[in-house]
């Protein structure tokens, strides 16, 4: 009696657990406040950047006479489809855990749960989970598009009626791709087979972005005619796609004749996709989800020495956890796989370097190139920032419970430290300097705006690295089975913005003397008057990049070491 009443209590009563766990966890949280307050900070900033940016293209576009809305209505359609490419990843990977590797799916599973009820429960769970974030970046995309064409009210109520189904359409195609994988393989290694894949796919999504080319769309005066830019203009669109349904629904309600037409496309569709979707898992669920209880396969042999196990001048201490830091990256598929999309995102960045159109006079060049050279030392050293994050911050918080036996050991943390600052301080130099130095050879930069940004750059990487390393451990997060939650955190967000006024405070110091040499070569001046101030701004970046090393390490040491 007591199982069929909670049984028809269906889907709200499935999602209870979690929204109760959810909103507990929040208040019992450590300075909750201020966490949600920096957190609401940073996200109406967030807003406000990326509102500002649209709502001058749109103006832009809408001063263009005859195709205004026509690019406006483009721009919100490669958005839209960028969202879709990314949703279609994030939800493939996190059904998996939703619906076969959660804990409490043994449970459910076990209760006397409907299946379709179970099915529409973790569907909204993946939904939340994988597509929060690109709900929160359509927030200001629609309401600049709303200011700028003056749109009443009933337009913000016809864009949540278009985003909800444009949800549900990947989360569906994306569970029912993961049952079908689970099905054929164990869930453990479909979640390895899933990360290859969805960097594989990103990598793609992020190479053909770039070769279209959208930038061109605001300069039409690169065509030929009229012609080529119209068939740019209608590229790459499909009649097929939910994108296109979204885009078309919000632009005709924004140039006053709305068509109601694609918002039922893409409410039938959603539905029809759920229909086929919870019939899949009523067939397919039960024997995916036995699979995915089968056990990793561990291979017999003794275990190889690598070679800097081999190594006599190095501390055995020292070495046994350089070692270990090296198998556990590389044991974690989901870790080093991403090196793939890496590989991709440094190829876009020189390949946007390359096609700079710098070439636009006799004078000018020579300070263009290596003013946009200097300023590459500041997107270069954003890119190693955001590596860090990803790879360096993790380090202390991935120890987990396994910190009470470091804690308790005769093992000094400040070998730990160094052993992990190293592991993470090489992979950032091979990545850094290849970078700043490609492109600035690229650029035909002057010898001594390269040796400038060489410079900096190392100093850079090992203030990157101990900022992350040095945070990460003041702020650490034991009890996360994923490590993707862990650069999102408040903690990461604090290195983030450490790492970004840091990297700022540099350039600025450099900017002064590197201005002073460009404007003396561009005026024919063969003084060294730029050369105190060259001295004064590499002094002060040299202080400030050492006390971002020194501190932070001091401090994640000291904290660790007071950890009970």
Known sequence: MNGDAHTSSGVLWLLGPKLRSKLNRSKTAERSKFKWGMLAFLGLFFWAFIFA?????LLYFRGTQGIGDLLAAKLLGLALLTFLMILLLSNVITALSTFFLSRDMELLVAAPVDSVKLYGARLVETIVNSSWMVALLTVPLLAAYGVVYGASWSFYGVAVATIIPYLVLPAVAGAAFTLMLVNVFPARRTRDLLALIGLFA????????????PERLVRPEEFRDLVDFMAVLRSPTSPWLPNEWVAESLMSHLTGGFDPFPLALLWST???????GAWLHVRLFRTGFTRAQEGAELRKGEVRSTRLERLAWVRPATRQLVSKEIRVFFRDTTQWSQLILLAVLVVVYVYNIKVLPLNTGEELPFYLINLVSFLNLGLAGFVVAAIAARFVFPGMSLEGRMMWLLRSSPLDIRTLFMAKYWVGTIPLLLIALPLIVVTNIILDASPLVLGITTVSMIGITFAMTALALG??????????????????????????????????VVVILLAWPVNGFLQAQLDGQSGGAWLTPLALGGVGALLITLACVVVPLRAGIRRVRSLQ
């Open 471 to 504: 945070l990460g451990a003041i702020f650490p997060n034991f009890e996360t089975d994923n490590m993707a939650e862990i650069p999102t955190s408040f903690g990461g967000l604090i290195f983030m913005m450490s790492a970004v006024t840091y990297l700022a």
């Open 202 to 213: 990103a990598a793609g999504v992020v190479v053909l972005f770039r070769f279209l080319r």
């Open 53 to 57: 940016i649209i709502f001058r293209m």
């Open 270 to 276: 959603a539905a029809a996709f759920f229909v086929m």
